[in-house]
């Protein structure tokens, strides 16, 4: 399992909705598969489990290749949560520049609702409900999954037309229960305006 410091997420409850951990791994791809859809052919953990944490834990890749310091022309591999964390944290900045009017853990659970569950030996441990119909299991040992930037910052659930002033307040309502009207004042010219748009 995790060590206190992961675990500040689970002992103090009032962390928990911005609060991530991160595991680390080394994964194979399958480079023959169409690009918007991931393979792994192979995943080996090399950190310790999400464990207690696997509720606000994501994976990702901590191994990286440097140049050594004491020689000019010789490279070495390092790998750690201490490579993968800041992955992570830098994947919530661009959550954070892409979506500025969403919360801290708003952010979060775009984050974690869109990893990549596509990894060898991922069983269900229990779901998380993040709102809007995006209900998604996740594995004691993975989290919720591979981290998966691109699919966080795509729409995640269902597309909802919202009626208020604020992101997070505004009623939801299924795009395909919605329609656009016009008072009788307008006559067809709100139709005619926009006929042969996609909207």
């Not at 229960?177 to 008072?183: A, N, V």
């Amino acid at each position: 399992d995790v060590d206190a410091t992961a675990a500040f997420g689970v002992l103090f409850p009032e962390l928990s909705e911005a609060y991530i951990t991160v595991a680390n791994a080394l994964v194979d791809y399958d480079l023959s598969a169409d690009a918007t859809d991931v393979l792994f052919t192979e995943i080996e953990l090399l950190s310790v489990v999400c464990g207690s944490t696997a509720h606000h834990c994501i994976t990702a890749d901590g191994t990286t290749w440097g140049a050594e310091s004491w020689f000019d022309d010789d490279y070495y591999p390092g790998t750690g949560t201490s490579y993968a964390a800041p992955i992570v944290t830098g994947s919530i900045a661009l959550i954070a520049e892409a979506f500025p009017d969403l919360s801290p853990a708003a952010w979060t659970a775009r984050l974690l609702a869109s990893a990549n569950m596509g990894i060898p030996g991922f069983t269900e441990f229990d779901t998380v409900d993040f709102g809007n119909g995006v209900v998604k299991p996740y594995d004691w040992q993975y989290g919720h999954g591979f981290l998966d930037v691109a699919a966080a910052l795509s729409p995640i659930g269902d597309v909802s037309f919202l009626s208020g002033t604020h992101v997070a307040t505004a009623e939801r309502y299924a795009l395909g229960d919605t329609h656009l009207t016009g008072s009788a004042a307008y006559g067809d010219a709100l139709a005619g305006a926009l006929e042969g748009h996609e909207i």
